[in-house]
């Protein structure tokens, strides 16, 4: 069973505001990932680590940025918020050696 | 590239057996994997096979995969209300590390 968490869980934030999506991992896990899921359910990886101080860009260009200064700590976090902005956002964390990802509950964000 | 295809929705009655496919395109996988995801949830790791088995079986789960046509199935036997969500396969992409997910099969089940 993997430990995974992200908060907050629910946002409704105005248009222009900065925000920062939480996610942690107490598994230890080197690499983590956050995707963008639409309402039509496909997903979308914008941002993943292989480890501490390692990011990089996904295939869905995102203008959200990450870090990743801890292993259990990987946040995401949008400058200014827009509408299209509007989604769930994923996070997940694998290991080897058969990669499988452990996927935390989510976090729901609405931009008015 | 690297691409996953699932059918969008399959609808089964209770205690019937679901049968969920899926085609990828990346010949060199190593492994292939069945996520669940509920309502308002993240996605939950149902099972995964390595690309040298045919078959995996677990409780109610069977995982069959065919190498030569790239098809892999999820066979959910006496399916239950409660297995009714959204089904992804997703594949393990040629970038190391980073999973191919498929769109997602919405499994409705029908008292």
């Known amino acids: 069973e993997a430990d995974i968490y992200q908060t907050p869980r629910y946002l409704v934030i105005g248009t222009g505001k900065k925000i920062t999506l939480e996610c942690s991992q107490t598994?230890?896990?080197?690499?983590m990932y956050w995707y963008q899921q639409d309402p039509g359910m496909e997903l979308h990886l914008i941002h993943y680590?292989?480890?501490?101080?390692?990011?990089e860009k996904g295939d869905l260009s995102s203008e959200s940025t990450v870090s990743r200064i801890r292993t259990e700590h990987f946040p995401l976090t949008l400058e200014s918020a827009r509408p299209s902005h509007t989604s769930q956002y994923l996070c997940?964390?694998?290991?080897?050696?058969?990669?499988?990802?452990?996927f935390g509950p989510g976090t729901r964000l609405t931009v008015t | 590239g690297e691409d996953v295809e699932q059918s969008l929705f399959l609808s089964v009655r209770e205690g019937d057996s679901s049968v969920i496919n899926c085609t990828y395109t990346d010949s060199s996988s190593t492994y292939l994997y069945w996520y669940k995801q509920e309502p308002g949830a993240g996605l939950q790791l149902l099972t995964y096979i390595f690309s040298n088995m045919d078959m995996k079986q677990d409780q109610r789960l069977t995982v069959l995969l065919n190498k030569k046509d790239k098809h892999l199935s999820l066979r959910i036997a006496d399916t239950q209300t409660g297995d009714s969500a959204i089904y992804f396969c997703a594949e393990i992409g040629d970038s190391s590390y980073k999973l191919i997910f498929g769109s997602g099969t919405r499994l409705l089940v029908r008292p």
């Open positions: 598994m230890g896990h080197d690499k």
């Open positions: 997940a964390s694998s290991y080897g050696p058969s990669y499988e990802q452990y």
């Open positions: 680590s292989y480890g501490v101080n390692s990011t």
